[in-house]
């Protein structure tokens, strides 16, 4: 293990790093007080594009392979999906995700 | 009446957020348990999660500490992960503009995946004024803060005592996906989703060593969307 003082420095560098990534644009849109059009007709695609990229992996892939059909992530993903489809209501879906996550998990 | 519907949108956060709890309360106790198992002390495991706030980098830099990794590579790893971050900083920015600058601060210290998801997706949905939006946020964000530092301290104190087998943290890309359903309301938002999908599993697949696939998707999914909206069949552009 790296001496105490070094892991604190590295925590700081961290964190210090991680603050200014966090306000990198809120700053810079700040200081020129505006938001330019272009970039925000960019910036409408950004959850749509950051959500898929933060949801899908985490279904489909597991130890650096795509999962079988098989899979209790993916069926439970692909039902929950169904289930966004026909509600909005995230406890739904959350609910219906879980139960045939553990249902199939049991199973399988 | 102002005050009334501020309030009405902090408990909207908190109620939003709480599927999510679900979720992130083994990933806090796993930080926690992790940090203390790698070597670092409770009180560097804590301030891990404190100043940091911030789980995947979190464990791949416990994971890096374990290893007796250079500082320098520990730091870029960590940060590398947390760079997905600068696209929550500019999606937001247009609704956070007019925020004093104490509270920009205090809004930048707590952005996460899912206070970044959760706004976004209500902010789109209803009209809100600057003082709502602040308080939907900070319901969100705050107490995800709140859970992730009392849950690093548990796992630092008794271990990751939540069995593996409930798989409990699925609740998180759960949420996003519902979230995500909402969103896709347009065909070109449609094409940024399966883009920003496509491109985040195959970085998954590559198994590169630096976690950049959230970073990649989205910025391919947002450019992908774009060009389909000024390009594409269907929708006129304005």
Known sequence: MIADSLVWATIGIIAVGTFAIRGSFIALFSLIDAVPRRVELLLGFVPAAVLAALAVPNIVVADGTLVALSEPRLIAGAIAGGTAVITDNMFTIIAVGMGVLWIVTAVA | ?238
């Open chain 2, 1 to 238: 009446m102002v005050n009334s519907s501020r309030t009405t949108e902090l408990r909207q956060g908190v109620r939003d957020v709480s599927p999510i709890i679900i979720g992130i309360v083994p990933f806090g106790l796993i930080a926690g348990a992790a940090g203390v198992e790698a070597g670092l002390s409770a009180a560097q495991t804590m301030g891990l999660s404190i100043f940091v706030f911030a789980g995947a980098s979190q464990l791949a830099a416990i994971e890096l500490f374990g290893q007796d990794a250079g500082i320098g590579l520990i730091a870029i790893t960590a940060l590398i992960i947390n760079a997905r971050m600068m696209m929550y900083s500019a999606s937001l920015a247009p609704h956070v503009l007019e925020f004093r600058r104490r509270l920009k601060l205090l809004v930048t210290y707590v952005l996460t995946d899912q206070a970044y998801a959760l706004s976004i997706a209500r902010y789109e949905q209803a009209e809100l004024g600057d003082g709502q939006k602040a308080w939907y946020y900070l319901g969100v964000a705050l107490t995800l803060w709140v859970v992730w530092q009392v849950t690093t301290a548990i796992g630092i104190m008794i271990g990751a005592a939540v069995p593996p087998a409930l798989q409990l943290e699925f609740a998180v890309p759960l949420v996003f996906l519902a979230i995500l359903g909402k969103s896709i309301n347009t065909t070109s938002r449609q094409v940024a989703a399966v883009v920003g999908a496509v491109v985040a599993v195959l970085w998954a697949l590559l198994e590169m060593q630096y976690d950049l696939g959230l970073l990649l998707g989205g910025t391919a999914g947002v450019l992908a969307g774009a060009v389909w909206m000024l390009r594409g069949p269907g929708e006129q552009h304005r």
